[in-house]
């Protein structure tokens, strides 16, 4: 089992920044990516961004590439989403997960999701 604790959502206004936190443990050397999901009201779920705990290599969607970072500590067992230049269509709830597969792949473990308001 691997247990997945997100922090750092809030209000802010657009053009603004936020840095998302993960906390991970438990069984996290079953894990060999996490990313980051996001899901508005009436959307679906989308991944954000990911990265392997081992080489680092990272993910981004097309629409988050120059506004977000994803990073790791491997040592803290803890993953972040750098956001900035916030936009209002980035409102969501966003969701820390862990997967065994690559990026794309089935995601086996969630966190409870933290709430991020953009503000025109």
């Known amino acids: 089992q691997v247990q997945l604790v997100e922090s750092g959502g809030g209000l802010v206004q657009a053009g603004g920044s936020l840095r998302l936190s993960c906390a991970a443990s438990g069984r996290t050397f079953s894990s060999n990516v996490m990313g980051w999901f996001r899901q508005a009201p009436g959307k679906e779920r989308e991944l954000v961004a990911g990265?392997?705990?081992?080489?680092?290599?990272?993910y981004y969607a097309n629409f988050v590439k120059g506004r977000f970072t994803i990073s790791k500590d491997n040592a803290k067992n803890m993953v972040y989403l750098q956001m900035n230049s916030l936009k209002p269509e980035d409102t969501a709830v966003y969701y820390c997960?862990?997967?065994?597969?690559?990026?794309?792949?089935?995601?086996?473990?969630w966190g409870q999701g933290t709430q991020v308001i953009v503000s025109s």
């Open positions: 997960a862990a997967s065994p597969y690559g990026f794309g792949g089935k995601y086996d473990y």
């Open positions: 990265i392997r705990w081992s080489a680092g290599n990272t």
